[in-house]
């Protein structure tokens, strides 16, 4: 019905929930598992580092691409909206 009442909040939402947020807490737990598994390399012994940018670096790129795609999802759907017409499903 948002196709024909020209109600498109339905989408926007749906593209934020089904697209972004999922992408962003991937991204959230992605760089949670990199400083765990970095942990036990990280030690002072071996002389590695935890890179605290690096975990910036990819949340920021993460948003960045959960933000992107939920726009391109938004805009498709509208795009499917305005060019759906109402027709009869038998032949």
Same mark, same amino acid.
């Given at each position: ?22 992408? +962003? ?12 598994? +970095? ?5 002072i ?18 948003? +960045?691409l ?26």
């Amino acid at each position: 019905m948002s196709a024909v009442t020209g109600e498109y909040e339905v989408f926007r939402r749906t593209a934020v929930w089904s697209v972004a947020f999922p992408l +962003a807490i991937t991204g959230v737990a992605g760089a949670a598992v990199y400083v765990f598994l +970095a942990q036990p390399v990280s030690s002072i012994s071996r002389g590695a580092e935890l890179s605290g940018e690096l975990c910036l670096s990819l949340l920021a790129l993460t948003a +960045a691409l959960a933000l992107t795609a939920a726009l391109a999802v938004y805009v498709a759907a509208v795009g499917e909206a305005h060019t759906w017409r109402p027709r009869a499903d038998w032949p």
